[in-house]
């Protein structure tokens, strides 16, 4: 079965759904202040404590720093998904399992962290991450299926996820502004649930 992680997690009324719910994953936006879902590490802090602990933890950052990679260790996340730039050296020393994230117009790099062990995942999203826009799907069909757990993101939403699913079969798929309210302060419940459902009874 496809797991799911809902991602942008920012205030308690979040986790309260999250933890009723009961996805896979749940991502919090860290150290990317252009980003209205980003909360400060104080704040994760207290989101994490009252996190579901069978709900992996993600922090979710763009060409972090090596300081900012260790105070997510220190915070006691689960894996820390990594967009942007970042070194190899810093990629292959991070301390907490990292899911690399690739926009489709870079799949070429895959190769470049297929060797690196704690590189658990990879999340394909779409060229312009965190727009809400898919792309397409098709562009992954032929890639070889490895060891590492395979994340589906970029513009899915509760009507399309399970057409998602049933072309790739991914190890999980990924959803924020799909879930969100219409005023951007945090996740829809009802969405939530029905993109949960949708993800998962997938044919």
Request: contains cysteine.
């Amino acid at each position: 079965m496809t797991k799911v992680k809902i991602c942008g997690l920012k205030n308690q009324t979040d986790i309260k759904c999250i933890n009723t719910l009961s996805p896979d994953f749940a991502g919090f936006v860290m150290f990317f202040e252009k980003s209205n879902r980003n909360i400060s590490p104080e704040k994760a802090q207290k989101l994490l404590s009252a996190l579901d602990p069978n709900i992996k933890s993600v922090a979710v950052t763009v060409s972090p720093t090596e300081e900012q990679l260790e105070q997510i260790h220190t915070l006691g996340f689960d894996y820390v998904q990594i967009h942007g730039k970042i070194s190899e050296k810093l990629l292959s020393e991070c301390k907490t399992p990292v899911i690399r994230a690739i926009n489709v117009s870079g799949i070429e790099s895959i190769g470049d962290i297929e060797n690196l062990d704690n590189v658990k995942g990879i999340l394909f999203d779409s060229a312009v991450p965190g727009s809400g826009k898919s792309f397409d799907w098709s562009m992954l069909e032929k890639l070889p299926k490895n060891q590492k757990m395979l994340f589906l993101a970029g513009g899915l939403t509760a009507d399309n996820v399970a057409k998602a699913v049933a072309q790739l079969r991914p190890f999980a798929v990924d959803v924020s502004s799909g879930v969100e309210l219409a005023d951007k302060s945090g996740k829809d419940f009802e969405l939530v649930r029905t993109f949960i459902e949708n993800a998962r009874n997938s044919k």
